[in-house]
């Protein structure tokens, strides 16, 4: 997008885009994905992945490039966006819920966290090759491959067995929408925690700037690019690596808290650097302590929801979480053009550390939390 357009207000459009849709429909998501099979219902949304990214695919051809103006180009691309938004209202509830009918509850912590991990080096790995992926095989090639991955990932999805639903379908549905938000609402400690990565992500996307940090401040090519696009996924990988090996075990609500308030410090850090080195290390320990508090929120989230409720309340984490990246990809494009680059980066940093001492102070339960 930003090679089309060259604005970075169009690189925020692009989150907003998905977001909107995700957002709006992450309720009513919950309550399907509660009163349905959730093994179809991730083999559809996978397969509609799929086909979106099919789409996409044949919009980065020479052909359809010199068929159609960029103007064609860039609403193709904003409305297949949308429509990921869409299907990511039911995926994401869906992933999320789904694991608890895979293992016994003894070992909910262990594949919560496996869970976490694969999720992180999946998204790691994607962002780490994108900008090496298109230097080798440009964007055509890139995304043959990414179709080629989803639809690997259905064909291992129809092994799984069917997975009944877990509410009556008795309830109405607006009551049975509203419930997954009523619970997460009274059950403090996880409203605290998803609230305080919900504006972390929200002010601290700074990745959504790399792009015109590369080009226009530190002035690297792709490979430049595509290593300071993995450095905040490298660090994700270090720290799911060592929570694996060395789960935190005391004092989780408390290293969470310290952990954004990292965060925070180091989106400042990059925001301010022009040197290269100082960026990528920034990044890197940014995605380290992301990591941290992907893991912890993952492993509270799955151990306060009832079985009954999953699908609504990981909706509700979706519209608190996962959209959160679109929509702080949009906060990132609108200050940039409003503040310029530096300033908006720098101030998203601040932002965050000033959301962690307002939560300390709002939320002490989370200070105390412990699993």
Partial sequence: MYEITKDPLNIGMIGLAEAIPAVG????GGYIVDKSDKRKLLLRAMSLFGICALILLCTSTNWFQLTFANKAIVIAMYTVIFCTGVIRAFSGPAFGAVIASLVPRENLIAASQLSSTSYLV???TGHAVAGFFIAWFNVTGTFVIICSLIFTAVGFMYKLKAKPPGMSSEKKTLEAVTEGLRFVFKTKDVLAA???DLFAVLFGGAVAMVP?????ILHVGPKGYGLLNAASDIGAIIMVVWLTLSPVKKKQGMKLLFAVAGFGA???IFGLSKWYALSFFALMLSGVLDGLSVVVRGNIMQ???PDELRGRVMSVNS??????NEIGQFESGVAAKLMGNIP???FGGCMTILVVVITWFKAPSLKKLEY
């Fill in 212 to 216: 015109v940090y590369a080009s226009v």
């Fill in 266 to 268: 180091c989106i400042i």
């Fill in 122 to 124: 999946a998204s790691i």
């Fill in 194 to 196: 998803i609230s305080l």
């Fill in 25 to 28: 429909l992450a309720l009513y």
């Fill in 303 to 305: 151990l306060k929801t």
């Fill in 344 to 346: 908006s980066v720098v």
């Fill in 319 to 324: 519209m608190f979480i996962n959209s959160s």
